[in-house]
């Protein structure tokens, strides 16, 4: 699954992606802002680390989030085919918004995210709008040579499609059932892909306190509040320093900001819950590791994550709560208590869950 990092110019939008995946990108990457950049961030859980910490593993391995720089936007960006291309292939998109001020940076006008998301929005409205009005003046040619129910639900759906977009709503907030999200797939359009807005604040004595209020501040609860949006904030300047610091100097020096964890940790946990994903894990003295699956898999479709074979020859799931695992103090403990459950192949998996599969194979 890929994030998709877009913005405006001069909003830290490649800095947040430098830090993230700590990607080491060359001097011609960075002279080609249209150029995609793609890397790899960990996802942090503290579950999996307990976890690991109860069975001392060979291997810990946490799932994992991708992300893809795409270049500054914009309604000329919007034009060119490799970089539309490139939009269209993410699965969601983390815009970031210039919230701090720097006069070494330029920056044309006021500081203002709002206005930003709804230029950007509109932007990302326009294209789908030209994608769903030439599919329509096709789909009224071919209607008119033979109406099949396929091409009638297809050309009911983009005219509604099309009207909702005309009310300047992005696609996300379109009502859809799966058959019509199936249906629509393909079109792969800007505006219905979950968004998360990430504000790049400004460092200050009140750190912690900042990043809190930050969403409201600058008026984005709202936009954060509607269908398949999150809003989270940053300050890049602190994220650049905490990434060449040790593990034990970067607590220390979020300690004294009053701060537990970086707002990078919860912007990628963020971008995982953004895209319907949930982790459940395998632990053990080999290896303790995050499965990533979506939210309302069932147990068979998980054990397929780890591995096909597994999906295949399923029998049962050995199964129970990280925290339950970590109280009983070992497999053996859980299963004397009747904490460690047998479940089927059509048991929803949780978020959270250790789950060890029975197989045939």
């Given at each position: 699954?890929?994030?998709?990092?877009?913005?405006?110019?001069?909003?830290?939008?490649?800095?947040?992606?430098?830090?993230?995946?700590?990607a080491?990108?060359?001097?011609?990457?960075?002279?080609n802002?249209r150029?995609?950049?793609?890397?790899?961030?960990?996802?942090p859980?503290?579950?999996?680390?307990?976890?690991?910490?109860?069975?001392?593993?060979?291997?810990?391995?946490?799932?994992?989030?991708?992300?893809?720089?795409?270049?500054?936007?914009?309604?000329?960006?919007?034009?060119?085919?490799?970089?539309?291309?490139?939009?269209?292939?993410?699965?969601?998109l983390?815009?970031?918004?210039?919230?701090?001020?720097?006069p070494?940076?330029?920056h044309?006008?006021?500081?203002?995210?709002?206005?930003?998301?709804?230029n950007?929005?509109f932007?990302?409205?326009?294209?789908?709008?030209?994608?769903?009005?030439k599919?329509?003046?096709?789909?009224?040619?071919?209607l008119?040579?033979?109406?099949?129910?396929e091409?009638e639900?297809?050309?009911?759906?983009?005219?509604?499609?099309?009207?909702?977009?005309?009310?300047?709503?992005?696609?996300?907030?379109?009502?859809?059932?799966?058959?019509d999200?199936?249906?629509?797939?393909?079109?792969?359009?800007?505006?219905?892909?979950?968004?998360?807005y990430?504000?790049?604040?400004?460092?200050?004595?009140?750190?912690?306190?900042?990043?809190?209020?930050a969403?409201?501040?600058?008026?984005?609860?709202?936009?954060?509040?509607?269908?398949?949006?999150?809003?989270?904030?940053?300050?890049?300047?602190?994220?650049?320093?905490?990434?060449?610091?040790?593990?034990?100097?970067?607590?220390e020096?979020l300690?004294?900001?009053?701060?537990?964890e970086?707002g990078?940790t919860?912007?990628?946990?963020?971008?995982?819950?953004?895209l319907g994903?949930?982790?459940?894990?395998?632990?053990g003295?080999?290896?303790?590791?995050?499965?990533?699956?979506?939210?309302?898999?069932?147990?068979?479709?998980?054990?397929?994550?780890?591995?096909?074979?597994?999906?295949?020859?399923?029998?049962?799931?050995?199964?129970?709560r990280w925290d339950?695992?970590?109280?009983?103090?070992?497999?053996?403990?859980?299963?004397?208590k009747?904490?460690?459950?047998?479940?089927?192949?059509?048991?929803?998996?949780?978020?959270?869950?250790?789950?060890?599969?029975?197989?045939?194979?």
């Amino acid at each position: 699954m890929k994030t998709g990092i877009i913005g405006l110019p001069q909003v830290g939008k490649t800095s947040l992606f430098r830090i993230l995946t700590k990607a080491q990108l060359s001097e011609h990457a960075l002279a080609n802002p249209r150029e995609a950049h793609v890397g790899v961030a960990k996802v942090p859980d503290d579950r999996l680390d307990r976890l690991a910490a109860l069975y001392n593993p060979k291997k810990l391995t946490h799932a994992s989030v991708e992300y893809v720089d795409v270049g500054a936007i914009g309604q000329d960006a919007l034009k060119e085919s490799a970089y539309i291309g490139h939009l269209r292939q993410v699965d969601a998109l983390a815009h970031v918004l210039r919230a701090f001020e720097d006069p070494a940076i330029p920056h044309v006008g006021e500081i203002d995210p709002l206005r930003d998301i709804k230029n950007v929005e509109f932007d990302l409205m326009v294209s789908d709008l030209g994608q769903i009005e030439k599919r329509l003046e096709r789909l009224e040619k071919d209607l008119k040579k033979a109406k099949t129910p396929e091409l009638e639900k297809e050309f009911e759906l983009l005219k509604r499609a099309n009207a909702h977009l005309g009310e300047e709503k992005p696609l996300r907030e379109l009502e859809m059932s799966p058959e019509d999200k199936k249906r629509i797939r393909g079109f792969m359009f800007l505006s219905e892909k979950p968004v998360l807005y990430v504000l790049n604040i400004g460092e200050s004595g009140e750190l912690g306190k900042d990043l809190e209020e930050a969403v409201s501040k600058y008026k984005l609860n709202d936009v954060a509040a509607r269908p398949n949006s999150a809003a989270t904030a940053i300050c890049g300047k602190v994220e650049a320093e905490l990434s060449e610091m040790s593990d034990a100097d970067a607590a220390e020096f979020l300690s004294s900001y009053g701060l537990k964890e970086s707002g990078l940790t919860r912007l990628i946990r963020t971008t995982y819950h953004l895209l319907g994903l949930i982790s459940f894990f395998t632990a053990g003295e080999d290896e303790c590791r995050a499965w990533t699956i979506p939210a309302h898999s069932r147990a068979q479709e998980a054990a397929g994550a780890i591995h096909s074979d597994l999906e295949k020859h399923f029998i049962r799931a050995e199964t129970i709560r990280w925290d339950q695992l970590l109280e009983a103090g070992s497999e053996a403990n859980a299963r004397a208590k009747g904490t460690l459950r047998l479940e089927g192949k059509d048991y929803i998996v949780q978020d959270g869950d250790v789950m060890h599969i029975r197989h045939s194979g």
